[in-house]
């Protein structure tokens, strides 16, 4: 059911569309034409299928072809299989846009253009031999008034496969029980989408109704009467398709939202690219922003549609996001989705959400107009170093660079802080600078690692190089603080555009897999401390310890591909679809590094190769030594329990020797940087939920009244 009632309305203006590029169909070959058959109680020669095979010799007669049921034009005697071949004329490769095989058969068929297999149905071989067995039974059902069977080729197989003037479709038919079958029927048709108003074919038959645009993913539609702008939030419509089924066409009714929204063009170089990205904000129906929920996200107002362009993966972004969701970090959750905008097609998108203030997304303290003085004035705050205007200059320049930092602010909106508000976290970063700029690393009575969570800040410095990202440190760089009351440092995050990332820049040495992208000063340089960070042996340790954790864990390079692979799946059935909208494989789109990849499936081997040698260069030559924990706990004196299971990803047991159960005092989960969060005091439980622990390894401490035990042990 619709989701916003209020709004349903708006279901109802939302137009159907088929395929946007389409003029109109015709059909190039009839089942009704004249075929050349074979009739196959022997093995044609092996080239039958081709162009060039002469079938001057083989009988031919008007389709349908087969016996035993009222669809046959031409009745042959009982046989193992039937080889048909046809020759049709093509007269503009280039005005095709989709090509449609619908088969009518009994009991199976293999179908071939130009001597290349298309489609089949209920049968294996490669061929099929004459006499191949059948899966089973298939009826035919076109003299039953019935849907034929639909094979769709995409504008790139077409433009593989067909070629001007003379083609051949080529069709093997195959009885389930050889001439002991009762009937046989090859009925087959071939209908083309052509994109202009020419007319060198024939018309549809009757019963042909134009394919609606389908697919495995949720459709968003978005419909306005005005033209949509980067100044200006314009307004209109939006409908999401997602079925149960998971099959989504855009003659549904959209049934997972419909309402009003406000739409605008969003980024900065990649406004340039013809597939644009948007900003979208969910409103009433009187035009006043409105949090609600669809496919599955926490209710927000604030959504982004990124359009994946120079991104030819189209995940980069999306991998991104899951790796810092699996170090712990709050990331945009994201979903693919087809676009449509005034239905015309956009695209695979990737539906995120807005980096926002909000206990689901940076879930920070909401500060409020009172919130002037003592620890209330302390947080939350959510700022950045990006592109664009400053809301206040660092006194500080980036390293080696004479530009001063450019700070913005996020949240609260610039036009709703209080001056005292925006005048403390001004100082307070300010403040952090002095003591990183300050030999000894302090100020205003307090160390460079009191500003900061250094761990959230290795995190970032890792995803960064771990995507050699050219816009790294300087650019789309997120912060966010807490209340004192609540931790009160800095932390970095959360992570966001990395579509430059991960072998996608030919500049800046982006696509080399040796080397820090720090160490590149790629336009202009970083923020100086980041430089002060990285020579700091304390801030080495936690990197190092920090790396060895999750490449143990969730960094494991199986375990990236795995997601990369499930991602690839998700994407599958809309992927002609997109690269038809934006014919983009094979060409280079700034900042595309070379070599080009001609297919999605080698777009994907070129960043798997790519991020199995930067994982490599980073096992070898992250900095540091992950020794401030390990060396300081004595793993050799035998504990009387064990953790089970290890590795644990929920819940972990102690399991002591010989049900000896001393008194327990305490238990501690402690990381190899020596954070140590207490799971349990003076309990007699042996059971502890460690569902909110980062994934890494850790040590379980048990203070008894016996003595304190540590175990080592990994959470997943």
Not at 271 to 294: A, C, H, P, Q
Not at 559 to 565: E, L, N, T, V, Y
């Amino acid at each position: 059911m619709i989701k916003n009632f209020a709004v349903v309305v708006f279901a109802i203006l939302l137009h159907l569309t088929s395929i946007a590029q389409i003029n109109h169909w015709e059909t190039a070959v009839y089942n009704s034409d004249t075929w050349q058959y074979f009739i196959g109680n022997s093995e044609p020669p092996s080239n039958w299928m081709t162009v060039g095979f002469n079938d001057a010799n083989w009988q031919s007669g008007k389709g349908g072809i087969g016996y035993g049921d009222e669809d046959d034009e031409t009745i042959i005697e009982p046989t193992y299989a039937l080889y048909l071949r046809h020759s049709f004329t093509i007269v503009d490769v280039a005005a095709i846009e989709r090509l449609i095989l619908q088969a009518d058969y009994d009991d199976a068929f293999v179908a071939y253009l130009n001597g290349v297999e298309i489609a089949r149905a209920n049968i294996l071989g490669n061929p099929p031999k004459f006499n191949t067995e059948t899966f089973n039974d298939h009826e035919a059902t076109l003299y039953q008034n019935n849907t034929l069977e639909s094979t769709f080729l995409s504008k790139e197989e077409i433009a593989n496969l067909l070629r001007p003037n003379e083609n051949v479709l080529a069709i093997s038919v195959h009885n389930r029980f050889g001439p002991a079958s009762s009937d046989m029927t090859a009925n087959f048709f071939l209908t083309l989408g052509i994109n202009n108003t020419s007319t060198d074919y024939r018309p549809t038959p009757n019963w042909f109704v134009p394919p609606a645009f389908s697919s495995k993913l949720p459709i968003v539609k978005l419909t306005t009467n005005w033209t949509i702008n980067a100044q200006t939030t314009v307004t209109g419509q939006i409908g999401i398709i997602q079925n149960e089924s998971g099959d989504n066409s855009l003659f549904d009714m959209p049934n997972e939202y419909a309402g009003a929204v406000g739409i605008k063009y969003r980024g900065q170089s990649s406004l340039w690219f013809d597939k644009k990205n948007y900003s979208i904000e969910m409103r009433d129906e009187f035009g006043v922003d409105m949090d609600t929920s669809f496919l599955d996200f926490p209710k927000e107002e604030d959504w982004i549609l990124h359009g994946p362009y120079a991104d030819k993966s189209l995940m980069r972004n999306v991998l991104v996001m899951d790796l810092a969701r699996k170090m712990g970090q709050y990331a945009s959750r994201t979903v693919y989705v087809d676009l449509f905008i005034n239905d015309d097609y956009q695209g695979i998108y990737v539906l995120m959400e807005k980096i926002k203030r909000d206990k689901n997304r940076v879930d920070i303290a909401k500060l409020k107009e009172i919130d002037i003085d003592g620890n209330e004035l302390t947080g939350g705050y959510i700022f950045k170093i990006d592109k664009g205007d400053a809301n206040w200059l660092s006194r500080y320049s980036f390293y080696q660079s004479s530009d001063k930092l450019k700070y913005q602010l996020v949240y609260p909106d610039l036009d709703k802080v209080q001056a005292a508000q925006f005048t403390y976290i001004k100082s307070y970063v300010d403040s952090f600078e002095r003591a990183m700029a300050n030999p000894n690393l302090n100020f205003g009575g307090k160390s460079f690692d009191e500003y900061i969570d250094l761990t959230s800040f290795a995190e970032a410095h890792l995803l960064n190089e771990l995507g050699r990202n050219v816009d790294g440190y300087r650019l789309s760089s997120y912060f966010h603080k807490q209340k004192d009351s609540n931790g009160g440092k800095i932390k970095a995050g959360p992570v966001w555009d990395f579509n430059l990332a991960f072998r996608n820049a030919d500049y800046c040495e982006g696509a080399d897999t040796d080397g820090l992208i720090f160490d590149r000063l790629c336009d202009g340089g970083y923020p100086f401390w980041w430089s002060v960070l990285l020579a700091n042996e304390q801030f080495q340790s936690i990197v190092r310890c920090r790396w060895e954790n999750l490449r143990a864990t969730s960094f494991q390079t199986d375990s990236i591909f795995a997601f990369m692979d499930e991602q690839v799946v998700i994407v599958t059935p809309s992927i002609n679809q997109n690269f038809d909208k934006w014919k983009i494989l094979g060409n280079y789109l700034w900042p595309n590094p070379l070599p080009l990849a001609n297919t999605y499936t080698q777009e994907i081997d070129l960043l798997k190769d790519w991020l199995t040698a930067r994982l490599d260069w980073m096992d070898n030559n992250i900095g540091g030594t992950c020794q401030m924990l390990v060396n300081t706990i004595d793993i050799e004196k035998i504990a009387p329990f064990k953790v089970v299971p290890n590795p644990a990803s929920d819940k972990i047991q102690l399991s002591f020797d010989e049900n000896l159960i001393p008194k327990i005092e305490s238990v501690f989960m402690i990381n190899t940087v020596g954070l140590r969060f207490q799971l349990a005091k003076n309990s007699n439980s042996l059971t502890f939920n460690i569902n909110h622990l980062t994934a890494g390894i850790y040590f379980v401490e048990v203070q008894t009244d016996e003595g304190i035990y540590t175990q080592k042990m990994i959470i997943k």
